[in-house]
């Protein structure tokens, strides 16, 4: 009997270096700069039994966000215009905001909840998160969950 699907987001540092390699392979085949699988690996540097291993089982997350629902949670100092700058990251990535809930700010620290829809136009949603956590001010943001 086949194991359940488990799915975990993990920030890019976190994982091996051969899980990494394994997505670059993916990369080189479906834009076409190899011509083979053996081209791709041998330019990365990993053997093609890890990435047959492997390659089934990651990929960039806004490979699979596309046409869905991401749901977000940032902690954030409560700063004027810095709910603001967060929004605009989102509009700049061209995702649609669907829901915003700003929680009273305790010790100076307020948790924003989004809510915004992955479109075809979106861009990559990984950059996304990682430019919200680039703005002073932002001190994490989290995928809560993706319908």
Same mark, same amino acid.
């Given at each position: 009997?086949?194991?359940? @699907?488990?799915? !975990? ?11 990494? +390699? ?8 479906? =834009? *076409? ?6 081209? @791709? ?11 047959? +291993?492997?390659?089934?089982?990651? %990929?960039? %997350?806004?490979?699979?966000? *596309?046409? #869905? #629902?991401? =749901?977000?949670?940032? &902690? ?11 929004? +605009?990251?989102?509009?700049? !990535?061209?995702?649609?905001?669907? #829901?915003?809930? &700003? #929680? ?6 307020? =948790? ?8 075809? =136009? ?26």
């Amino acid at each position: 009997m086949e194991e359940a @699907a488990v799915y !975990f987001v993990v920030k890019r540092r976190a994982l091996p270096e051969v899980l990494l +390699k394994v997505v670059e392979v993916n990369r080189l085949l479906e =834009t *076409q700069k190899v011509s083979s699988v053996q081209e @791709a690996v041998e330019r990365v540097g990993i053997s093609r039994s890890s990435y047959y +291993k492997y390659k089934q089982d990651i %990929f960039p %997350f806004y490979d699979s966000a *596309q046409g #869905t #629902t991401l =749901t977000l949670s940032c &902690q954030m100092d409560d700063e004027p215009g810095l709910l603001s700058d967060v929004l +605009k990251v989102v509009a700049d !990535f061209r995702a649609n905001i669907l #829901t915003i809930h &700003q #929680t009273i700010p305790i010790n100076g620290i307020a =948790t924003l909840s989004l809510s915004i829809q992955i479109l075809d =136009t979106t861009g990559d949603v990984s950059d996304m998160v990682a430019e919200m956590e680039r703005h002073n001010g932002v001190h994490s943001v989290k995928v809560l969950g993706r319908e």
